[in-house]
Every structure is written in C-alpha cells, then in structure tokens.
C-alpha cells in the first residue's frame, strides 16, 4: 500500500495568514503516461464526512475557494490555504488514487 | 446535484454481518463513468477505503486486500443504489461508515452522511 504522511499533525494560524499542510507519499502518485498526479485533498468539520477540495494534485474542485491551491508531484504535495478564514477550520486529508486508494492521517488546522 | 442517503443498522453482534445501503438520486449507479465505494472511518485506523462496484459495459467489484474475504458489494439497479455487506465483525469494525462516489480516477466528489456501525453484544 502507499502511506501517505502528512505534516503537521496540528497547526494553528492567525485569521488572514497563510495555512500550509505537506503530504509525502512513500512512492511517486505522478502517472508519467498522462503526466497527473493522482492525489487529493479533502477537508473534513466535525460531524460532516470529508469534502473535496483538490484533485489531480492542483485542481480546485468546483465551487472552492480559489484561496486554496494544491501543487507538487511526485511524492512531495502541499495544500495550501492563502488567507485563513475561521470557517477553514477543519481537520485536511490527502488521498492517493494511484493504486488504490490510502488517505494520510489528518492535519488538524485551529486558529491562533 | 448527486446525493446519496445512507441507511441500515447502527449496533451489531461479533461474529454476524454488517449491512448498508446507499441510496442515490442525480445520478445512476449504472454509470459507466463513475464507481460507488464505501469508506469508513475510526480513531485507530483513520480514513479507509474497503471497496467498489462498477458498471463498464459489465459489472465490477474491487475491494480492499485486508477486506477481501469478509466483504460484498452489490449494485441494485431496480432501486438505483448499492450495498455493503462484511462478515464476521469485531469490535475492530466499528466505525462510522460513508458511501461515496468515485470520480475521474477517483477522488471521491459525493458522499453519505455516515453511518455509525458499533460492533457489540
């Protein structure tokens, strides 16, 4: 299976200030045939299920804010959240669609 | 808008088998573009996918290797949703548990709103 390990495991920032969470996956989640990484972030707030944030590793999912950007290849992918507002507090999760599917452990992110 | 509404049991037995159902309107479990799974979740083991059913021409099912001898799931066409059923439970099995809908490759872009399964006698 791919691990996935994200870091931080929690984090706070001040409201308006830039939130950045890493994901490493142990191998490369980048297809070289149609040239996409095959990772996702999700955000999840308490009681709700995961929701799409980012997919093909940069790829905002309709109706995001354009505040959050996903970049990186390979093994090495950053999510992050340009200006933090306090609704963005959530625990984020990447997922890998490469070969099957594994999740990273969470981030939580808190405001300071 | 594609919604899915989850339904089933949420206290089951060791040793007996779970069973939920995901219901699905704005879409067509029979789709040849997107794959239904189900997905749960714990404090011990995080966010896990177990497994997927699909329609290419033919139906597809794709599971977890750690679930692969305990796990069923199956379409329903004639009520447009689809099920999860896993053997032999232990408390290890309790977990809230989501359907989702796979997409473009997949990350999921749809999901349930959980089910919280506790396995107990």
């Known amino acids: 299976d791919i691990v996935l390990t994200q870091s931080p495991d929690s984090l706070a920032v001040s409201l308006g200030e830039r939130a950045t969470i890493n994901c490493k996956s142990s191998?490369?989640?980048?297809?070289?045939?149609?040239?996409?990484?095959?990772l996702a972030w999700y955000q999840q707030k308490p009681g709700q299920p995961p929701k799409v944030l980012i997919y093909?590793?940069?790829t905002r999912e309709s109706g995001v804010p354009d505040r959050f950007i996903g970049s990186g290849s390979g093994t090495d992918f950053t999510l992050t959240i340009s200006s933090l507002r306090a609704e963005d507090v959530a625990i984020y999760y990447c997922?890998?669609?490469?070969?099957?599917?594994?999740f990273g452990q969470g981030t939580k992110l808190e405001i300071k | 808008q594609v919604q899915l509404q989850q339904s089933g049991p949420g206290l089951v037995k060791p040793s007996q088998t779970l069973s939920l159902t995901c219901a699905i309107s704005?879409?067509?479990?029979?789709?040849?573009?997107?794959?239904w799974n189900w997905i749960r979740q714990s404090p011990s083991r995080g966010l896990e996918w177990l497994g997927k059913?699909?329609?290419?021409?033919?139906?597809?099912?794709d599971y977890a290797v750690s679930m692969k001898s305990r796990i069923t799931i199956n379409p329903d066409t004639s009520k447009n949703q689809f099920s999860l059923q896993l053997n032999s439970v232990t408390p290890e099995d309790t977990a809230v548990y989501y359907c989702?809908?796979?997409?473009?490759?997949?990350?999921?872009?749809?999901w349930g709103q959980g089910t919280l399964v506790t396995v107990s006698s």
């Open positions: 059913t699909y329609y290419r021409s033919k139906w597809y099912n």
């Open positions: 704005g879409d067509s479990v029979s789709s040849n573009s997107d794959a």
């Open positions: 989702a809908r796979g997409n473009q490759g997949d990350h999921f872009d749809y």
């Open positions: 191998q490369s989640v980048l297809y070289t045939s149609n040239n996409k990484n095959y």
């Open positions: 093909w590793a940069s």
């Open positions: 997922q890998q669609y490469y070969s099957s599917y594994t």
